[in-house]
């Protein structure tokens, strides 16, 4: 097993001979005699702890602490502090700028081996819970994005989209909700198969995202249903022009959302300007726009004024 390191930092070379003696047989010992020295030393390496003297000439302990603080390289090694004599005011201030602990002259190997050693223990245990809790993070966000995100196109699932949806309303009102149905997709899916048929699903998804303005979010349904929920209070005639642009837009990337042949989306559209609704209240009258363009041609939309 590798030995921990150790970086002893005292102007005094007997003490710095002592120190190393008394703790070589466990650590791999590290000796500079001034904290300029040691501050030059750990811009280049890396130490699992310090021991470092207070009262040193030119540059004393409690400036050296103070840099090593300040660099996010070296702020989170722990730091004993070596002093001449027990002193309160000194170990407070010690303590108030990161110090971990004290040792005081003349050094007690028994002391000095077990200081070191628990300061050692509990940052290992430390940096092993950190680990844990940031595995754990990237696993809460991995289940977030899983339960909120669908898998085929990228956009978001229908509950998740629902709850958002239902959040914003609690706090504002008005919004607007666009459901878009692939003309024809069971036929796509019966000529070519299901794996054109999700290619269909997948380009149509990405062209969707790209017409998106900043107060818009999408999701995909199920199947070939997809939905755009825009934030806000807008006039009919605001709508309207909204949804021309987005048919226009998806009429021209026809050939890239649809490679092997004709493509077109009918639009079932609901908004309310004042009133409190809910996702569950704009996605049925949108539905019945939808259905409503269904039946009359298809390829078009339909808007339902909910007022």
């Known amino acids: 097993m590798e030995k921990k390191k150790i970086l002893v930092v005292d102007d005094v070379v007997t003490n710095l001979k002592y120190v190393a003696k008394t703790l070589e047989q466990s650590y791999d010992v590290v000796c500079t005699k001034s904290g300029k020295k040691a501050i030059e030393y750990l811009q280049e390496k890396t130490v699992d702890l310090i021991l470092l003297d207070i009262m040193m000439p030119e540059m004393d302990g409690f400036e050296v602490l103070d840099i090593l603080k300040d660099n996010p390289k070296t702020a989170a090694i722990p730091i004993i502090l070596l002093t001449a004599e027990q002193d309160k005011e000194l170990e407070l201030k010690g303590l108030s700028v990161g110090a971990q602990d004290f040792i005081s002259k003349p050094f007690v190997p028994e002391i000095m081996m077990a200081r070191i050693e628990r300061i050692l223990e509990l940052f290992t245990l430390r940096k092993y819970l950190e680990l844990e809790l940031k595995s754990k993070e990237e696993q809460v966000r991995y289940m977030e ?8 196109t ?3 699932k229908r509950g998740y989209l629902r ?3 239902n959040f914003y309303l609690e706090r504002e009102k008005g919004g607007c909700l666009f459901i878009l149905d692939i003309d024809n997709f069971k036929q ?3 000529s070519f198969g299901h794996i054109a048929g999700d290619t269909v699903l997948i380009n149509f998804a990405k062209k969707l995202q790209e017409c998106l303005c900043s107060d818009e979010k999408a999701a995909r349904l199920g199947g ?5 929920f825009k934030e806000g209070t807008h006039s009919y005639e ?3 022009h909204r949804a ?5 837009q998806l009429r021209k990337d026809e050939t890239e959302i649809n490679p092997d042949g004709r493509f077109s989306v009918s639009m079932g559209i609901a908004f309310a300007r004042e009133n409190e609704v809910n996702f569950e209240m704009l996605y049925s009258c949108a539905d019945k726009a939808l259905y409503y363009i269904k039946q009359n041609g ?7 004024d909910i007022f």
Not at 145 to 152: G, M, R
Not at 298 to 304: D, E, M
Request: net charge negative; no cysteine; proline share 0%.
């Open 238 to 240: 605001k709508i309207h």
């Open 298 to 304: 298809k390829n078009s939309y339909h808007i339902f």
């Open 188 to 190: 796509i899916n019966d």
């Open 244 to 248: 021309t642009a987005i048919m226009q």
């Open 224 to 228: 070939d249903e997809f939905v755009i």
């Open 154 to 156: 990228g956009l978001w």
């Open 145 to 152: 994005n899983i339960s909120s995100t669908d898998e085929l």
């Open 163 to 165: 709850q958002q949806v």
